[in-house]
C-alpha cells in the first residue's frame, strides 16, 4: 500500500494477511490439430500449460530460428487457445517469445473481438495501447488478493491476457481461481447472504493516495465523472476538500454470461480494510478518518464486513489457488468472470502487461443494483 503514496511518507509495511467460458464439454475439450497441453504438472498446480514452438502445423520445431511469430502462431490456434479457456478457466502459453507492448497488443487483436478500456481504476498504471496496460501500481512486498478485474464496475473485461516481458528473480506468480469453486467453498451462510444483499464498495479519491481522477475516469471534469457515475449506478459527493467519495452497490454472485454457472465475482476482500497492513490503515484512518480511507467494502445493507468474514473468503480462495512462475515470453489467458487473479510478493524486477478485452455487462441479470441514478447523493 505504501507505494501509493505519492506526496506523503508512508510507514513501513509488511504482507496484509492472504486472503468468460462455457463449461467442460461432455465429450472432451476442444481440440484440433493445433498445440495440446503438455505431460507437466498436474492441472491443480497451476493453470493448463502448452508450449507454443512445440508444434506448428504438426512438426516439432528443431531450434530458435523455428519460433514462430508471436501474432501468427496464436491468430492460426485461436480456436483451440480460446476451448482450452473456455474448458480449465485459464491457459498458460509458453515460449511466445513476447518481447514488447506492440506484441502483447497484437495478441490482443488476434484473441479478443475488441479491446476493452479500463474506468474506475483503484490504482495507477501506464497505458501502452487501447486495452494494454502495465500492471497496477502496488509494493512488491505486498500480494494482491484474489479479485475479478473491474467486478465492480458496470462493464468490465471478459478475457484478461497477461504477458510477462521480464520476470521477477523470485515470486511475482499471477495465481488463479475457479470462482464457481470458491463460492462452493464458502460458508452457506456467508454466500448466501451476499447473494441476497450484494456488497458496497466506497471509495475517496485523494490527491495524495490512489488512483487519480483523470485515471479513473479518464478525465479531470467534474460534469464529466459526474454523468460517468450517473450512467453507471454510482452515488457521489464532492468534500470540501474537493475530494470526491463515491458509493456503488454490486451483485456478490453472476451468472456466467456463455455457461450460466454461478461464480462469486467482486472484490469484497480485496478492496477492503482488513486487507491492508495494520501500520498503513492505521495511518489512513488518522490521515483521513474511518469515512475517508481511499476504498472500502461492506455488505449491500451498509454493515461493515469483520475482519473474520475477510479471512473466511480469502481461506475459500486459497483452498482453490494454482499457480506457477513466470518465464520472460509467456502469456496467461483468463476468463474473468470464472477465473479470480491475484499477483503474489516479489523481488527484483517484474515486468508483466495486462490487456483487456471483450468487454461484458456481468450484473446485467441485476437491474436493481445497476439501474442509473439521477443524480448525487451523501456518502
Known amino acids: 500500500m ?106 490482443l487483436h488476434r484473441l479478443a473481438d475488441r479491446p476493452a478500456t479500463e474506468r474506475e481504476a483503484f490504482a495507477a498504471r501506464d497505458v501502452h495501447a487501447e486495452g494494454v496496460y502495465s500492471s497496477s501500481v502496488w509494493p512488491p512486498n505486498q500480494p494482491m488478493c484474489m479479485h475479478h478485474e473491474l467486478s465492480y464496475a458496470t462493464r468490465c473485461p471478459g478475457l484478461l491476457l497477461f504477458a510477462c516481458l521480464r520476470p521477477p528473480t523470485e515470486g511475482g506468480a499471477t495465481a488463479v481461481a475457479d470462482s464457481a469453486a470458491v463460492l462452493r467453498t464458502l460458508p452457506t451462510e456467508l454466500a448466501d447472504r451476499f447473494e441476497r444483499e450484494g456488497w458496497l464498495l466506497t471509495r475517496t479519491y485523494h490527491d495524495e493516495i490512489g488512483a487519480t481522477l483523470t485515471q479513473s475516469f479518464g478525465t479531470e471534469d467534474r460534469g464529466a465523472v459526474e454523468a460517468y457515475c450517473r450512467a453507471n449506478a454510482i452515488d457521489w ?67 461493515p464486513v469483520p475482519q473474520d468474514v475477510v479471512e473466511q473468503i480469502g481461506k475459500a480462495y486459497e483452498a482453490h489457488t494454482v499457480r506457477r512462475p513466470w518465464s520472460a515470453g509467456d502469456l496467461m489467458v483468463v476468463d474473468n468472470i470464472r477465473t479470480a487473479h491475484s499477483r503474489e510478493a516479489y523481488e527484483g524486477p517484474r515486468e508483466v502487461l495486462v490487456a483487456m478485452g471483450n468487454p461484458v455487462h456481468p450484473h446485467s441479470a441485476h437491474a436493481e443494483h445497476s439501474a442509473p441514478r439521477s443524480g448525487r447523493t451523501a456518502v
Not at 480494510?273 to 483521513?288: D, I, K, N, Q
Request: with cysteine.
Open 2 to 107: 505504501s507505494a501509493l503514496f505519492r506526496k506523503h511518507a508512508a510507514p513501513a509495511a509488511s504482507a496484509p494477511p492472504t486472503g468468460s467460458t462455457a463449461p467442460p464439454d461432455a465429450d472432451g475439450p476442444a481440440t484440433t490439430d493445433g498445440p495440446a497441453l503438455n505431460d507437466g504438472p498436474a492441472l491443480n498446480d497451476g493453470p493448463a500449460v502448452i508450449d507454443a514452438p512445440a508444434v506448428i502445423d504438426g512438426l516439432a520445431v528443431i531450434d530458435a530460428q523455428s519460433t514462430p511469430d508471436p501474432a501468427t502462431w496464436v491468430a492460426e490456434h485461436r480456436d483451440t487457445l480460446l476451448g482450452l479457456v473456455a474448458e480449465h478457466g485459464a491457459l498458460t502459453v509458453r515460449g511466445l517469445g513476447l518481447r514488447t507492448p506492440a506484441d502483447v497488443e497484437a495478441l
Open 237 to 303: 459527493s464532492w468534500q470540501p476538500d474537493g475530494s470526491l467519495r463515491t458509493r456503488q452497490h454490486r451483485p456478490a454472485v453472476v451468472r456466467h454470461p456463455v455457461s450460466g454457472a454461478r461464480c462469486w465475482f467482486n472484490q469484497i476482500a480485496f478492496l477492503n480494510e482488513w486487507t491492508m497492513a495494520p501500520e498503513v490503515r492505521e495511518f489512513l484512518v488518522e490521515e483521513y478518518g474511518p469515512d475517508g480511507l481511499p476504498f472500502n467494502t461492506r455488505y449491500g445493507n451498509g454493515d
